[in-house]
Each structure stands twice: as C-alpha cells, then as structure tokens.
C-alpha cells in the first residue's frame, strides 16, 4: 500500500467579533481595515517521533462582525502521512492558531519557535531514553499531557519574547486515531471556537474543518502561501530521518519512530524436533508429516 494523507480541511470561517488594534487613540481603534487572518498548525506525531510545523495558510482579508467566508474548495491546514507499513495504532495532535495580520510579521517565527520548543520539552519528557517496550497508549498519553501543559506558555513567552507586529488568538487543539491503514476516516464536519486572549481587543472566530483521506499531497512548496521557510530542520538521530513530513514542513525530531510489530512465527513441535537434522535422514513417514501444510 503506497503512503496516503490524512489532511486537516478548512470549510468555513464566521466571524462573530472582529478584532480591535491594540493601538488607540484615546480610547478610539485606530485599525478600521477588516480583518485579515491566516491560520496555522503544529502536528505532534509520536508514532513517528516529530514534531512538523505546517505552513501558514490565508484564509482571506474581509471578515468584519457577522461575516462568514465559505471555501468550496477546503483549505488544506495540515496533513499527515500514513502508511501499511506504520505502526498502529497512530494518534495525532495538532495544534492550530490563527492570527489577524496587523503592520508588522511574526506569526510565522511564533509557530516556528513553539513548534521548537514542543520537541524540546517532548525529547526531555517522552525521548529515546524511555524503554523500547513502552506500549503506543502509555506513549501517546505522556506526549498528549506534555503538550497539554505547555503549550499555552510557549505560544505566551515566545510571542512576548518576539513582541509580534501580529495578533495571535489562543490555540486551539484538535486529534485523531487511526486504528489501521485501512480504517474508515470519519469526515463529518466539526467547529472549534478561536478567542483573542485578552478580551479588550474582542476577537471570536468559529471555524468548521473535517478530515480527509488523500492518496495525494496538498501542501507541496510551491503551494505554500506566507513566509515560512521550505528548508526542513529535521533533527535526525540514529536511523530516523524527516521524510514523513518533508518540504514545505519544518519539523524536529524528539523522539526514534515507532515501528509495526512483526507477526511471530509459529512452529509446529515436529518442526522443532527436527529443524537441525536433515529432513533425507527420517524415514518417509516423517518426511510426509514435516511437508508445509497446503493452504
């Protein structure tokens, strides 16, 4: 089975309160453009040991109080490759924010710095130094309460840090379990609210997205919109590389991919007895009894 992708896919994107510049004079906004958002994700995938920081998506420039932009053809945020071969099951988080482009940038190195950081705090927390008979489940939750509990600090420190020309809304996170290669995808379609953190600068996005199986890529670099490098920063260690989210990803490694069990062969007690003679040394009634079984 060759390798699919599970994209994650902006349908629709409402307004409930436009966003208020932070610079006023007395008291008065001084930002009367519409809003203008794009929209990003980081993907913490333990099954293969990275953390990728997708590219930045537009999502458009008109949203004022009410509005609701429908995309007919979904937006692709994220998406994350699966295979036969892969070890199962998989669990994923993503992380999503969104920012309202004020004058200025940063909301690309603000990803980028979390998503580094991510990996950090993972390879301390759930690195190659755990046992290699830890069970997925046992893994994916450490990874899941990792990420849990410092996520919302590195997006506040990193964009403090940054002093971003960008507004940021709080993070939003959102997962999936692929029990087999083969398995179903439920796409029924989902919202998840956005809020600026702090209230007086209002700011309410209700977004709807759904997952789909894709036996091809959406975000390749050229299609990649924003200015998020195309360089992968992969940090490689023994026999693990970066190709499970290559360009135009920027991911970083914490942690050896997990492999798929091999089935255990079992052999029968006569194979057994006589696996170190030659099978020519035992009378025929033995041969008989030691020929592979037809199937």
């Not at 004020?102 to 950090?120: H, I, K, P, Q, T």
């Not at 130094?129 to 309460?145: F, G, N, R, V």
């Not at 506040?156 to 020309?165: F, P, T, V």
């Not at 953190?197 to 959406?218: I, M």
């Amino acid at each position: 089975m060759s390798t699919r992708y599970l994209q994650l896919r902006v349908h629709k994107l409402q307004c409930v309160r436009e966003t208020q510049n932070r610079q006023n004079f007395m008291g008065i906004p001084l930002e009367t453009d519409p809003d203008s958002i794009d929209i990003s994700a980081i993907i913490t995938d333990p099954g293969a040991g990275l953390v990728a920081q997708a590219p930045t998506v537009f999502l458009g420039n008109k949203y004022r109080d009410g509005k609701t932009e429908v995309f007919r053809s979904p937006k692709v945020i994220a998406e994350i490759p699966f295979a036969e071969d892969d070890a199962y099951p998989r669990q994923v988080g993503v992380t999503i924010n969104m920012a309202e482009k004020d004058d200025g940038a940063g909301f690309d190195e603000l990803m980028n710095g979390v998503a580094r950081e991510l990996a950090s705090e993972l390879s301390d927390a759930v690195g190659d130094e755990l046992p290699d008979d830890i069970s997925s489940h046992e893994l994916y939750d450490k990874a899941e309460d990792v990420a849990r509990d410092v996520i919302s600090a590195l997006f506040h420190e990193i964009g403090k840090a940054l002093g971003l020309g960008d507004d940021p809304f709080r993070p939003v996170d959102v997962s999936i379990r692929l029990n087999s290669a083969t398995e179903t995808i439920d796409s029924r379609q989902r919202t998840v609210r956005f809020h600026e953190p702090n209230p007086k600068h209002k700011g309410e996005f209700v977004l709807t997205y759904d997952w789909y199986a894709s036996s091809t890529r959406a975000l390749e670099p050229a299609r990649a919109s924003g200015d998020v490098g195309t360089s992968s920063e992969a940090l490689t260690r023994a026999g693990g590389g970066a190709r499970s989210y290559p360009r135009p990803y920027n991911s970083f490694r914490f942690r050896r991919p997990m492999t798929a069990q091999k089935p255990v062969k079992v052999m029968r007690p006569i194979d057994i007895m006589f696996r170190n003679r030659p099978l020519r040394w035992w009378p025929r009634p033995i041969r008989f009894m030691t020929q592979p079984r037809p199937r």
